[in-house]
Structures are given as structure tokens and as C-alpha cells.
């Protein structure tokens, strides 16, 4: 039976669009994109074949999700499905191509969360994903990793989202949760979670390309030439925010004033730094057993051959990026994802893929940004 394993990050869903109605935190308009990739991939494995999706982490924004009219900065059970609910009303043609692929007895879909989607910690929120996509029985064949940030192939390949690289995203996965006063347990959000909802949230709504542009330091650099307003807001409201969560939460001034430059190095700087490709990188070679890493987070889609023949894949994004790094400059329209395919002695083979689709003479287009 050939098997095909599909890994694909950071597609980003919000709560969708509508025709002529600019929604500025929505990121993913390639629903028929998407559609297109597992009919193809489906017919491509035939009616014996079998394929594992894996999403890996960030599929849905519920990070840029608001509930009356606000984005929680306190997330219980109950809040977080109906934030999930919006984004699987909003997106009902990647809904069903989800709830068709699995419907075959062969495919399977393992989805881990990644920093946008935590809420998929949460019982009652797999429950509506699977409700959605994999109802019946096919809910068997719908696997959730949340122990930890891992998953493992037997075949020497590791599957991560990639935000623990990072000390403003990680979380503690040994405690997800915190109990309110009331006893309501909310996730437990890392103050990178925090900040995006605070204040990359409500910048987003004024100029919606604020996170899809990198590196950010960069951006904040030619913005300070092109649009100074706006980069004196986003800073205020940023070292206001990191001021009041970071240093004044520390109670001792002594602590506070030590504490000050290792929060600056840590976490500012490696806000705008740019260098995710050597932490992932690091983190492979300390991994004994595995020969390949595959990662998302960062949307800098990289095939990385490493000296020492272990390969890095980063899948990139399906959302439209503008890299400002001499290195990667210009557009990246995105669509990439992996495939993992084995040889007839069940050695596997990893390639970064960028979907190209079917031709079409047009397209509509939902909405002018």
C-alpha cells in the first residue's frame, strides 16, 4: 500500500471574508487552493493508497479571533470553541475537503497546535473540530498531539511547530492551564500570545500587512522613513505592554533592574533578530535518532541540507509574505508544504513542494489589500 505523509503549517484561517469587505485579520483565501491539493494528492495515492495530513501547528488564527467584540486575553474551554466555531463557519469549502479526505478508511489526519491555535488543548475544542471534519467513526482515524511539541516518526523524521524555539512563544506543557479565583481554568498563554493580542491585534486592524512582512526589524526600519506614525505607535504600545507584563510583574526594583538586560537579549531581540533557522538548527543536532527536522512558525519556507547529512525542512506559510532580508527579498506567495514519500524498502524521502494548482484563466478576488 503506498503511503504518503502531507506536512503543512501556518495556513492561518480567521473567521473568513466576505465579497467586497476588507476583514484585515483574515490571512488564508486559498480555500479552492487547498481543495485542489488533496483531491490531487488523494488521486495521486489511488484507492488503495494511504495519506497522512499533518497539520502542523497555526492552521487556524484564534489568536486574532474576538468574542464580544474583544480579544480574550483570558481563554477558558467555553470561549475557546467559539472562537473555532467562527473559523469553521468562515471557511466551509476547507471544511468539507477536510471532512472528504478523512472520510477514506486509509487517510488519517494528525493535528499538532501550534502558538496561534493552543486552544486545541482544550477536549471541547477538538470535539468541534472533529464534529466538523470527522464525524462518526472517522473520528478514530484524527489524532491531537498536545503533550508535548513533538511529533515522532519511526523513520528518523520530527515534526514540530517550531514556537518553542522561541522564549516569548514557548509554553509549559506539563501546565497548559491556570485556575481563576473561581476555579474557570484558562490556558495558560505565553506573553507572546499576550502581545499579539494587546497590541499586534488592534495595529493589525489599522495596517493589516504589520505581520506579514519580515524580518520585523527591518520593517520597523524602512517604516520609520515610510510610515513614522505608525512605527512610533507600534513602539509605545509595545514597550508600554512590555513594561507593565515583563518587568514591573517582577516585585523587587533590584530584581527588575537585573532582570532588565537578560529580558532585553532573550526576548525583544530575538522578537526582531531573525534568527530562527540556527535554533531550529541547533535543536536538530541535538536530537539523537532523528535525521530530519520539520518545522513551521517562522513562514520562511527552507530545504537545508546540513553538513552532517540531517536535513532541515521548514514548511513554510500559505499566507502572503513580503520579505524585506537581501537574502529571500520580495514576494512569497506561499502554498508550500512537505511530502514525506518511501522507497520500495520503506526509506523515507522529504521534499519542500509548492503548490501550483490547476491553471485558471482568473479568479475572483474577494476583497482589495
Not at 516569548?168 to 497548559?176: C, E, K, L
Not at 518511501?342 to 478576488?365: F, K, S, V
Request: net charge negative.
Amino acid at each position: 500500500m503506498t503511503l504518503l505523509r502531507i506536512v503543512i503549517s501556518d495556513l492561518h484561517l480567521g473567521t473568513g471574508t466576505r465579497r467586497g469587505q476588507l476583514n484585515p485579520l483574515e490571512d488564508f483565501i486559498h480555500d479552492d487552493r487547498f481543495v485542489e491539493l488533496l483531491a490531487f494528492y488523494q488521486k495521486l495515492a489511488g484507492a488503495e493508497g494511504s495519506i497522512e495530513l499533518i497539520l502542523n501547528g497555526d492552521i487556524f488564527d484564534l489568536l486574532k479571533v474576538k468574542i464580544a467584540d474583544q480579544w480574550p486575553t483570558e481563554v477558558t474551554e467555553e470561549i475557546a470553541i467559539a472562537k473555532l466555531q467562527q473559523c469553521l463557519e468562515g471557511h466551509p469549502r476547507f471544511v468539507l475537503a477536510l471532512r472528504e479526505f478523512i472520510h477514506k478508511p486509509t487517510n488519517r489526519v494528525t493535528y499538532l497546535p501550534g502558538n496561534h491555535d493552543l486552544e486545541f488543548w482544550f477536549a471541547g475544542v477538538q470535539e468541534l473540530f472533529l464534529r466538523y471534519v470527522a464525524p462518526g467513526e472517522a473520528a478514530e482515524r484524527v489524532h491531537f498531539v498536545t503533550s508535548s511539541d513533538t511529533y515522532y516518526l519511526p523513520e528518523g523524521i520530527q515534526i514540530r511547530h517550531g514556537h518553542q524555539f522561541e522564549r516569548i512563544h514557548r509554553v509549559d506543557y506539563a501546565q497548559m492551564t491556570r485556575t481563576r479565583r473561581d476555579g474557570t481554568e484558562v490556558l495558560a498563554l505565553p506573553w507572546g500570545s499576550l502581545w499579539i493580542l494587546e497590541v499586534m491585534n488592534p495595529l493589525k486592524e489599522i495596517r493589516s500587512h504589520i505581520d506579514r512582512i519580515q524580518p520585523l526589524r527591518r520593517f520597523l526600519w524602512s517604516s520609520a522613513l515610510l510610515d513614522p506614525g505608525f512605527v512610533l505607535k507600534f513602539l509605545w504600545h509595545s514597550s508600554i505592554y512590555f513594561l507593565r507584563h515583563r518587568v514591573f510583574k517582577i516585585r523587587a526594583w533590584r530584581d527588575r533592574i537585573m532582570n532588565l538586560p537578560r529580558l532585553v537579549r532573550d526576548e525583544v531581540l530575538e522578537l526582531t533578530s531573525g534568527d530562527y533557522d540556527e535554533r531550529a538548527i541547533r535543536a536538530l543536532n541535538k536530537t539523537r535518532g532523528a535525521h530530519t527536522l520539520i518545522v513551521g512558525h517562522s513562514h520562511g519556507p527552507r530545504f537545508l541540507q546540513l553538513p552532517n547529512d540531517r536535513i532541515l525542512v521548514n514548511t513554510g506559510t500559505w499566507v502572503k509574505m513580503i520579505n524585506l532580508d537581501l537574502q529571500y527579498l520580495g514576494q512569497d506567495s506561499g502554498l508550500t508544504y512537505a511530502v514525506i514519500a518511501y522507497d520500495d524498502d520503506g526509506r523515507p524521502e522529504t521534499t519542500l513542494m509548492r503548490w501550483q494548482g490547476a491553471h485558471e484563466a482568473c479568479e475572483a478576488i474577494p476583497y482589495a489589500d
